[in-house]
């Protein structure tokens, strides 16, 4: 009787394990797809900050009296 409960404690583990790995491997491959995505979309918000804050010098150094002058 210890032998075959044994044996089933085994399988079980076996199974749990097997499947485990199984996740983790596919959570490996999402992260690092998630990754890229995020290094994409980090490059692009600096881009845009950098134009916003460029913009913002432009009217607080240019606009005068509430008129805003024309940019070449």
């Given at each position: 009787?210890?032998?075959?409960?044994a044996a089933?404690?085994?399988?079980?583990?076996?199974?749990?394990?097997?499947?485990?790995?199984?996740?983790?491997?596919?959570?490996?491959?999402?992260h690092a797809?998630?990754?890229?995505?995020?290094?994409?979309?980090?490059?692009?918000?600096?881009?845009?900050?950098?134009?916003?804050?460029?913009?913002?010098?432009?009217?607080?150094?240019?606009?005068?009296?509430?008129?805003?002058?024309?940019?070449?």
């Amino acid at each position: 009787m210890e032998a075959v409960l044994a044996a089933l404690v085994t399988a079980v583990g076996g199974i749990i394990t097997t499947l485990l790995l199984k996740v983790r491997k596919e959570n490996t491959n999402d992260h690092a797809s998630v990754m890229e995505i995020l290094r994409s979309v980090g490059g692009k918000v600096e881009r845009i900050d950098s134009k916003l804050d460029s913009h913002i010098d432009w009217h607080l150094k240019e606009a005068t009296r509430g008129e805003v002058p024309k940019r070449n």
